[in-house]
């Protein structure tokens, strides 16, 4: 056994043992403190939480990627906003009038290319000058919003199309669309990170980049794709989640960069890069929603979500380090 | 020749490029509006830049020393909240030494977790702004917090009132800007800060504690952040409890203009007053000039970036970075 296997199995394995964990407290609390006759773990209850889990879940997977290669983007609650807006306000425009319910795909690829080209975007200004993707995407929260807003100011931007509604809302083998969704992009980005070049490729630069370049890899092109891929996924994430909500509010998205760092740090990845899971996210995403529906279901208030997955993120961190302080003290030698 | 000349150029845009920018951004939007520069105006942008800016000062002591703290705002909501539910019930005099230790403590806190058990500050301090945004609700209640006798309290004097003919806020954000950049500059203890943020493992050698170090910067920051939710909580005299919310990143992007770097080891004080004027002049000079209110997140998102880019280019000598 290699040193570390136990440690490595331990942590990958912490995420579920914490969500069974949940589970249990979830259903034993609720027997006494829960306001509704039905059980926690009810399997319809299961699957709306596998609904729920999809505006977050879906740019989680992305994130993963993003932080795998080192970086992070906290301007994906903007794209976001600007994605939903962009799908709504296109089906009206004079220009598709024509097109019927034709104008539904449309609408779906021009958001969808808009969140690719902003998240390119932030892509490249990280390649090509050499700033921290902190900061540049710290900027661009700052820039995207600004853009939601100047679009129609604190106004709602709303369009109901019943087609597109009875999408979002239909199931397709017990599954809501938007659950189909999560899972397919937890499917795409597992493929590509684990059986693509490109995926190995961005473990190695988030690994050691100085490394990855010795080694030959193009650095700024691998960032840049994954930039694109989590602004893609930013986009779809709102595709899916206002086809079926047909209104959205200018302040929509704002936090959900906490959220989806929170859900990908829970699942394993590293904050510095070079390690990570796509799987250990959808866990850390299953997780967060266990405890959002879970603390409301034995009454508690949102209040109290927003102290204990702040206490449970920290409380992580100190279990991770503990787990490698081993590891550590042998390296200082 | 000309190589040397472009050096010094180089050198000269790394080290007061921020100043030279904010110059001419002065002058621009003079030439383009009047009114921009008159003492009325100035004053009005400083007053209402002074929340921002005690905040600002803080987190400029965590990013030197190398950390990042993204729980100020929500800090900032907790300690509006507080100082104006115990104003009613133990009266403004013993409220605010109450509210000061309550987020003291709170810093002390992360001070802990980030210095003495060395965790990432950047995952602490996401933790903490989502543990005490639901530590404030749970303390108000999701309520509003109001003060009962809005006329009848010295308690406005913070927010709104005026002493030396400048308005109080503008005062405490200098005087605490001088105290903590004479700490910064001057004292064996603002050293240790650049030592520990410029090479942590050097400065653990030569024997200055690190942790300790580390704990104080966030301790200052609490500090400033209960300054200015003090400042918030007297000028409105009541409150939602999403006053702080998003701040964090606004005084983050003032601290960066300023020219901190966020691996640490760099930044001053006096920059990052400069950044945060600089973020306030820009907001009041779109307006004047007649621009919507949310072109400043364009312009600010652009500023941000290029204030960086020309920073570290001037460093590395190359406009452009070596990234293949």
């Not at chain 1, 807003?149 to 669309?177: C, I, R, Y």
């Not at chain 2, 400048?166 to 001057?186: E, Q, R, T, Y």
């Amino acid at each position: 056994m290699k040193p570390g296997t136990v440690s490595a199995a331990l942590k990958s394995g912490a995420i579920w043992g914490f969500i069974v964990l949940e589970l249990i407290f979830f259903s034993i609390a609720g027997e006494f403190f829960s306001l509704s006759d039905k059980a926690f773990m009810d399997w319809d209850n299961m699957l709306l939480l596998l609904k729920q889990s999809a505006p977050i879940g879906i740019i989680a997977m992305g994130m993963t990627i993003v932080m795998v290669n080192g970086n992070i983007d906290l301007s994906v609650g903007a794209t976001f906003a600007i994605a939903a807006i962009v799908l709504l306000d296109s089906m009206t425009w004079p220009l598709f009038a024509g097109l019927g319910d034709w104008v539904i795909p449309v609408a779906w690829v021009l958001a969808l290319a808009v969140g690719t080209l902003l998240g390119a975007l932030n892509g490249l200004i990280v390649w090509k000058t050499g700033v921290d993707a902190f900061i540049v995407t710290l900027g661009a929260m700052l820039g995207y919003r600004g853009i939601v807003f100047m679009f129609n100011g604190e106004q709602p931007t709303s369009h109901l199309n019943w087609t597109l509604v009875d999408f979002a809302e239909a199931k397709f083998l017990g599954l809501a669309t938007a659950s189909w969704f999560l899972l397919a992009a937890t499917f795409v980005i597992w493929f590509i990170m684990t059986k693509t070049v490109h995926g190995r490729n961005a473990y190695a630069i988030g690994d050691n980049r100085e490394a990855a370049v010795n080694a030959g890899i193009r650095v700024g092109p691998h960032m840049m794709i994954n930039f694109a891929i989590i602004g893609f996924l930013a986009a779809l994430s709102a595709v899916v989640f206002y086809s079926e909500s047909g209104s959205v509010n200018p302040n929509d998205g704002q936090l959900y960069e906490l959220w989806v760092i929170t859900a990908v740090v829970l699942g394993g990845t590293k904050i510095t890069g070079g390690a990570g899971s796509v799987i250990g996210t959808f866990g850390g995403v299953i997780a967060i929603q266990l405890l959002r529906k879970g603390l409301g279901h034995i009454g508690a208030d949102t209040s109290t979500v927003n102290l204990v997955i702040g206490l449970i993120l920290v409380a992580v961190l100190i279990l991770d380090r503990q787990l490698n302080m081993k590891g550590k003290e042998e390296l200082k030698v | 020749m000309a190589a040397i000349t472009k050096q010094q150029i180089g050198s000269l845009l790394a080290k007061q490029g921020i100043l030279i920018a904010f110059i001419a951004f002065l002058i621009g939007f003079t030439i383009a509006n009047p009114k921009f520069l008159t003492p009325d105006n100035v004053l009005s942008v400083i007053r209402s830049s002074a929340i921002l800016g005690v905040m600002a000062l803080g987190v400029t002591f965590v990013v030197i020393s190398g950390n990042l703290d993204l729980s100020v705002g929500s800090m900032m909501s907790f300690s509006t909240i507080v100082v104006l539910d115990l104003h009613d019930k133990i009266g403004p005099a013993l409220a605010i030494p109450a509210m000061f230790a309550m987020t003291l403590a709170l810093g002390a806190l992360i001070g802990f977790l980030v210095g003495y058990l060395k965790l990432n500050s950047l995952i602490v301090t996401l933790g903490m702004l989502s543990a005490i945004h639901g530590l404030t609700l749970t303390y108000s209640g999701g309520k509003n917090m109001d003060i009962a006798d809005k006329e009848g309290t010295w308690f406005s004097v913070f927010g709104q009132g005026t002493a030396l003919g400048l308005p109080v806020p503008i005062l405490m954000f200098v005087a605490v800007a001088a105290f903590l950049g004479l700490v910064l500059g001057k004292t064996s203890f603002g050293r240790k800060v650049y030592a520990v943020g410029g090479n942590g493992t050097a400065a653990t050698f030569s024997g200055i504690p690190r942790a300790r170090t580390v704990f104080m910067c966030y301790l200052i920051s609490a500090a400033c952040v209960a300054t200015a939710g003090l400042i918030q909580a007297s000028r409105s005299l009541g409150s939602q409890n999403t006053v702080g919310q998003g701040l964090e990143l606004e005084v983050l992007a003032a601290v960066i203009l300023g020219g901190a770097s966020l691996l640490g080891g760099s930044g001053t004080i006096f920059k990052t007053v400069i950044g945060v004027l600089i973020l306030g002049f820009i907001q009041n000079g779109l307006l004047l000039i007649g621009l919507q209110f949310y072109v400043q997140f364009i312009v600010t998102w652009v500023i941000i970036i290029l204030a960086v880019w020309l920073d570290i280019a001037a460093k590395r000598g190359k406009l452009w970075s070596p990234i293949a």
